[in-house]
Every structure is written in structure tokens, then in C-alpha cells.
């Protein structure tokens, strides 16, 4: 006969508290962001080419030229985003878009206005892409713990307001754009053409 008594209780479910739950996707994006970008440090490391061997130096020990140019030349990639091409830039696209979409509009994207304009095609505007990336670069070293106490601080007051005031200046990258999200708008302003390099007769 077997016996139905239980000998230990089933666990109790595990529930997280609602107000507990923005916090919770705020660090999820934070972490899956980090992971992106752990992800890019790595195809960067995986796309250097090996390092040249040292050439020899002449026999008075003075340095050859080829020693001091390769130097010059094997100095560090930038992490900027407008330096990448082809995967690099599309992963760290999509890093910067997570931190813009859970992150950065959550907290900062304030009402929408004709004094404080936004596109939700942001993507497509190459000085935002620009100005939001730097910010995310910065935000990356000022919130790690390295950086301090005061480092989201200096964040906000360095790098934050800054790029508020000329993302969203009413003549900036998204003046084109139309603020009302019940008419969407988006055009991408014109920048002025390289000027013609010519030999003056």
C-alpha cells in the first residue's frame, strides 16, 4: 500500500512584487546591452590581424624606420560608431537601440514638442546615431562602479544635458520630423555638399 502522506510541502510559487518589475527589465536591457557589446569587443579582437613581429634592429641598436612606422600604424581602433563598418556597425546598432528603446526613453524621453522634437526613426538621423552612441559609450564608463560615487553625476551633468539640449533643439537632427505622434512625419535634413576642389586659373 503506498503511502500518500507528503513528507515535505511543495515550494511555494516565487512572485515578484509589480513595482519590482521595471527595475527588473531596466537591468535585464542593461545586461543585454553589456552582452551586445561584449559581443563587438569580441569581433574586433577576432578581426585584428596578428600582431607583426618586431623587426630587427640595426647592430648600433638605433630603431629601423619599419620598426617606427609599424608603431605608428598598430595603434588603437576606435570603439566610436561612425569608425565601423559592415557587422560591427549593425551589432553595435542594435546594442545602442536596446539602450535607447529600455533604457534611455523610459527615463528621458520627455513629452514631445515642437520645442523639444523626436523621430522614432532615429536610426535613420546619422547625427543622432552619433551623439547617442557617444552617450552611451560615456554612460558606460561613468555607471560602472570604477568610476565612483559621483560618476552617474558627472554623467548626467557632462554628457546627459549636453546632448539633450542639441538632440532636441528645435533646429537640430529631427527639426524635419513631425512631433505629433498622430501624424507621423520623418524626413532626414540635407547636409551641405563637399565643396569642388579646384585649381584657381
Request: proline letters at 10%.
Amino acid at each position: 500500500m503506498s503511502d500518500t502522506s507528503k513528507t515535505t510541502p511543495d515550494p511555494e510559487p516565487f512572485r515578484v512584487p509589480d513595482e519590482d518589475l521595471d527595475d527588473l527589465a531596466s537591468t535585464l536591457a542593461k545586461t543585454m546591452a553589456e552582452v551586445r557589446q561584449h559581443g563587438v569587443i569580441l569581433d574586433r579582437l577576432g578581426s585584428e590581424p596578428a600582431p607583426l613581429p618586431a623587426a630587427p634592429r640595426p647592430e648600433d641598436g638605433t630603431p629601423g624606420a619599419e620598426a617606427v612606422d609599424s608603431a605608428q600604424v598598430d595603434g588603437p581602433a576606435s570603439v566610436f560608431i561612425l569608425a565601423l563598418g559592415g557587422e560591427a556597425y549593425t551589432v553595435e546598432l542594435a546594442a545602442l537601440s536596446d539602450w535607447v528603446n529600455y533604457l534611455f526613453l523610459p527615463v528621458y524621453g520627455r513629452e514631445i514638442s515642437t520645442t523639444r522634437p523626436w523621430c522614432a526613426q532615429w536610426h535613420e538621423h546619422p547625427e543622432a546615431i552619433a551623439r547617442l552612441h557617444a552617450l552611451w559609450l560615456a554612460w558606460q564608463q561613468l555607471t560602472d562602479a570604477e568610476a565612483g560615487l559621483s560618476g552617474p553625476s558627472t554623467w548626467h551633468r557632462d554628457h546627459l544635458d549636453q546632448t539633450l539640449v542639441h538632440l532636441r533643439a528645435p533646429d537640430g537632427p529631427f527639426a524635419a520630423c513631425t512631433t505629433s505622434p498622430t501624424r507621423p512625419n520623418h524626413r532626414v535634413l540635407t547636409t551641405p555638399a563637399p565643396e569642388e576642389l579646384g585649381l584657381a586659373a
